[in-house]
């Protein structure tokens, strides 16, 4: 059996860190469920289809369900968060029997996490061919930093079962036939800091993109604000990482001073998803016209709660194009999502370009003004005729205005 030497003297034996170590767990968790489920209520409303973002971040929810699952129902119902001579006796074998599991779950919540926002950048800047080589960078530095933590965490003693087996009260393994070569301490750090550092990362990759979004200063600045709330995350890891270089691993009490360790890493990974689902109200259209694309926006939900009424815009597709509007004396470029072809017409005249693009089924309600205004201008049968949807608008507008660009020889039209 384990042997423990004697408690120190005057140590309380009947305090506990269980109320708090639930209640931090189920709260935080709770919270990150509620804001995954407003941001699939939001894509709801505003009648989009969920894209690999949104699916990523539930998968990562289910991690760190299990997470909590296994810290409150199984580890601290075997003494985890009592003082060790308080606990039951195979409290030491089943933290870390409680601890393999955990840091598994742990590691493939937060991969998920990253993963997820990384779907958004590219669901909101993919578009743009600079971008991507950036983003699949990205995607591979947290893949190769997920699976190397993984295969550390389950191969760090041969056999595996070791890991836990070693601290059995009645048949404890020999010290001969297993071996154990990973120094927690070292592997606790080596875990934390490339986690902060793809969090600065990913914080730090739409910076460009919005600075060279055509709004005003204060705009950007608010914008970036908002992303900047992904900051609490890396925040949160400092303050684990501090509590890693405290731990006195050589203290007997392993499961009253790792309690507090466990605790912030479930804080951590909700407090995550909750900044992957930060509500975004104000600025949310300046970086889409999807009105769910901000990080991820839960603007129809306030527009819902606020003021009693939410907008609809159409089914679309998750497959980002370029939507650009060139109008005289200057060009405004929307990125969006649409579905059907990428039609752009370049008109030259006087020196002036005009242009139509993206005629596609999922139009939002800002480009359909464009084609009301041209509608009342050129014919009042076209106001008529897209009364009957959508589709048949924009297939009668593109057939018109490219039969004009044939009978035009100054007018260019081409396809994408």
Not at 186 to 202: C, E, R, W
């Amino acid at each position: 059996m384990v042997s423990l030497s004697d408690p120190p003297p005057g140590l309380d034996l009947t305090e506990t860190k269980v109320p708090a170590l639930v209640s931090v767990f189920v709260i935080i968790w709770v919270l990150g469920t509620i804001t995954v489920l407003l941001r699939l209520l939001a894509r709801r409303i505003s009648r989009n289809y969920l894209w690999w973002d949104d699916w990523i971040i539930v998968a990562s929810l289910l991690w760190s369900g299990g997470f909590m699952f296994v810290v409150t129902c199984y580890m601290v119902k075997h003494g985890f968060g009592l003082h060790i001579w308080a606990a039951p006796a195979d409290a030491i074998r089943s933290y870390f029997l409680g601890l393999f599991v955990a840091e598994i779950l742990y590691t493939l919540s937060l991969v998920f996490i990253k993963w997820s926002i990384l779907a958004f950048y590219w669901r909101i800047f993919g578009a743009g061919r600079r971008i991507r080589p950036l983003l699949w960078t990205m995607f591979a530095v947290v893949c190769s930093w997920g699976i190397a933590v993984l295969l550390i965490t389950i191969f760090q003693c041969l056999p595996v079962d070791a890991f836990w087996r070693r601290f059995d009260p009645i048949r404890p393994l020999e010290a001969t036939s297993y071996a154990c070569n990973v120094n927690q301490t070292h592997f606790f750090v080596g875990n934390a800091i490339p986690n902060m550092i793809t969090d600065v990362l990913l914080l730090m990759t739409p910076i460009p993109l919005i600075w060279k979004l055509s709004l005003h200063r204060e705009q950007k600045l608010a914008i970036l604000s908002i992303f900047a709330i992904g900051a609490f995350v890396t925040a949160v890891s400092v303050v684990r990482l501090y509590i890693l270089f405290n731990l006195a691993l050589s203290d007997p009490d392993t499961t009253w001073y790792f309690s507090d360790q466990v605790m912030w890493t479930g804080v951590e990974v909700n407090v995550a998803t909750i900044c992957g689902n930060v509500v975004c109200s104000q600025f949310g259209d300046e970086l889409t016209d999807a009105p769910s694309a901000c990080l991820p926006s839960l603007k129809p939900i306030l527009n819902l709660v606020v003021h009693g009424t939410f907008s609809h815009t159409s089914k679309s597709t998750s497959v980002p194009v370029d939507r650009t509007l060139v109008t005289v004396g200057g060009t405004s470029r929307e990125r969006g999502r649409g579905q059907g072809s990428d039609l752009r017409l370049h008109t030259r005249s006087h020196g002036t370009k005009s242009a139509f693009s993206n005629v596609s089924r999922g139009i939002h309600a800002d480009a359909r003004q464009h084609f009301w205004a041209l509608a009342d201008s050129e014919s009042h049968t076209w106001r008529d005729m897209a009364r009957h949807g959508e589709t048949r608008m924009m297939n009668v507008l593109a057939t018109t205005t490219l039969e004009r660009a044939a009978d035009a020889p100054s007018v260019q039209a081409t396809v994408v």
